[in-house]
């Protein structure tokens, strides 16, 4: 073939004779205009997979046995030296860490241009720009990956009502998604929504932007997150004792806590599953469990939802069966992280629980200081809460300060720092169990 035209000819009779598309964002009556130099520089695969398909459809090959392949394997989805990962015929530069399996072949499903967007829904986005107070992603092995105007990344749609960090949602629990539909990055484990409001704190107040260059289907519906996982299970199984971890707020040390209470129990010699079971969705907080030497963690995307700002019918049973996943690889006791504060996240769905709570063998929480450590131990008891609460001395404040106002009140709090204190606050909770 030795014209654009040509070229341009035979790769409309073959998706004619396949009945599909051969490149899904690519058309290739657009491409007529270009001189056959250019077209063979810069679509050079593209051209290569038309000449290989008309061979196969002249030598015999059945279009259907070839459509089939198409839509599945031969062009869609495949790793190339020197390139980002292509996915359904989109150079994908990172896969949001929401998204945790990674043994999905994403070529198996078909996706629309516009529709209707859901929380959960499954996306390829487009960035708009090169700036915004989030502008990285965390990829699926936990690596901050920075984003600039055109690069595609796959995320999922959803809510954040983060009270340190990014706020946002889809309004009405729906987006409509399209080419001239603007949506913001809500969080770096890749939540698009409805941006509404940054805080002071961060040094960028605008959002970044995205469109949704792909939504993804299967057969006649969204893909979803939950459509990756089993269903949830209903009611909750026998557990091991688990040590909540609670807080007043995000980034006020709940996962320093979680792991030096986790290395307590290691040096104990206890097998320790690790669960986030609310906030927002980030890998960075289970491979920080790892590390302190967590046997098996999960969190909430593990079960399909991209954060706990949702319904507390969607968010109750998908802790259940986080907790259910934990008790049936046999740990000996679960540590249980909650993001954000007590009162958000559908975190006082799980305190209120009789069904979790009655394995329940004490909370550790963070506060920013004492007055929020009195605020919450007051909620506590709104909430019903009956097990012993362990208070943390709050990070880069004054020990001695915080020691001298909590004996005021007849309480005492310990040191995440010092290794003797976090021994004997896991001795002090697991006291009146086997365990000890």
């Known amino acids: 073939m030795n014209s654009s035209q040509e070229i341009i000819d035979a790769g409309q009779d073959v998706e004619r004779q396949l009945g599909c598309k051969l490149f899904p964002n690519l058309h290739l009556e657009e491409l007529r205009r270009l001189p056959v130099e250019e077209l063979q520089r810069c679509y050079r695969n593209a051209i290569e997979s038309i000449v290989t398909l008309?061979?196969?459809?002249?030598?015999?090959?059945?279009?259907?046995?070839?459509?089939?392949?198409?839509?599945?394997?031969?062009?869609?989805?495949?790793?190339?030296?020197?390139?980002?990962?292509?996915?359904?015929?989109?150079?994908?530069?990172?896969?949001?860490?929401?998204?945790?399996?990674?043994d999905v072949d994403w070529d198996q499903f078909d996706f629309e241009q516009s529709g209707m967007g859901g929380e959960g829904d499954i996306v390829i986005a487009e960035a708009l720009s090169d700036t915004g107070s989030t502008n990285h992603l965390e990829n699926q092995s936990g690596r901050d990956v920075r984003l600039f105007k055109g690069d595609h990344f796959m995320a999922v749609m959803g809510h954040r009502h983060s009270g340190t960090s990014e706020y946002g949602e889809?309004?009405?629990?729906?987006?409509?998604?399209?080419?001239?539909?603007?949506?913001?990055?809500?969080?770096?484990?890749?939540?698009?929504?409805?941006?509404?409001?940054?805080?002071?704190?961060?040094?960028?107040?605008?959002?970044?932007?995205?469109?949704?260059?792909?939504?993804?289907?299967n057969e006649n519906?969204?893909?979803n997150l939950l459509d990756l996982y089993p269903a949830w299970d209903k009611e909750m199984l026998p557990s091991a004792p688990i040590i909540l971890n609670c807080g007043t707020s995000a980034e006020i040390g709940k996962t320093t806590s979680s792991s030096a209470i986790i290395r307590a129990l290691k040096r104990k010699g206890k097998t320790v599953g690790a669960v986030k079971l609310a906030g927002t969705g980030r890998f960075r907080d289970l491979l920080s469990m790892r590390d302190a030497g967590a046997d098996l963690y999960f969190d909430f995307p593990d079960a399909g939802l991209p954060s706990t700002y949702t319904s507390p019918s969607r968010s109750y049973p998908a802790a259940v069966t986080l907790l259910n996943k934990l008790n049936c690889a046999g740990v000996d006791v679960v540590v249980a992280e909650m993001g954000g504060d007590i009162i958000e996240a559908n975190i006082p769905s799980i305190l209120r629980s009789k069904e979790i709570?009655?394995?329940?063998?004490?909370?550790?929480?963070?506060?920013?200081?004492?007055?929020?450590?009195?605020?919450?131990?007051?909620?506590?008891?709104?909430?019903?809460?009956?097990?012993p609460v362990k208070l943390t001395l709050p990070k880069d404040r004054n020990n001695s300060g915080t020691q001298d106002r909590l004996q005021n009140e007849n309480l005492s709090g310990f040191d995440v720092m010092d290794e003797q204190d976090c021994d004997r606050i896991v001795v002090e909770l697991l006291a009146d169990s086997a365990l000890e």
């Open 54 to 102: 008309r061979a196969l459809l002249e030598s015999g090959t059945a279009p259907v046995d070839l459509s089939s392949l198409v839509r599945t394997i031969s062009i869609h989805g495949r790793e190339r030296p020197g390139s980002h990962r292509e996915i359904l015929g989109f150079p994908i530069k990172a896969i949001c860490s929401n998204i945790r399996r990674q």
């Open 170 to 217: 889809l309004p009405g629990g729906h987006m409509e998604l399209g080419p001239n539909a603007e949506l913001d990055l809500l969080c770096y484990g890749g939540i698009l929504g409805r941006g509404i409001c940054i805080p002071h704190s961060k040094s960028v107040k605008t959002f970044f932007k995205a469109r949704v260059a792909a939504l993804l289907r």
């Open 221 to 223: 519906r969204n893909l």
């Open 357 to 387: 709570m009655q394995y329940a063998r004490g909370i550790v929480h963070s506060s920013a200081d004492v007055l929020g450590i009195l605020g919450s131990l007051q909620r506590y008891r709104e909430f019903g809460v009956q097990v």
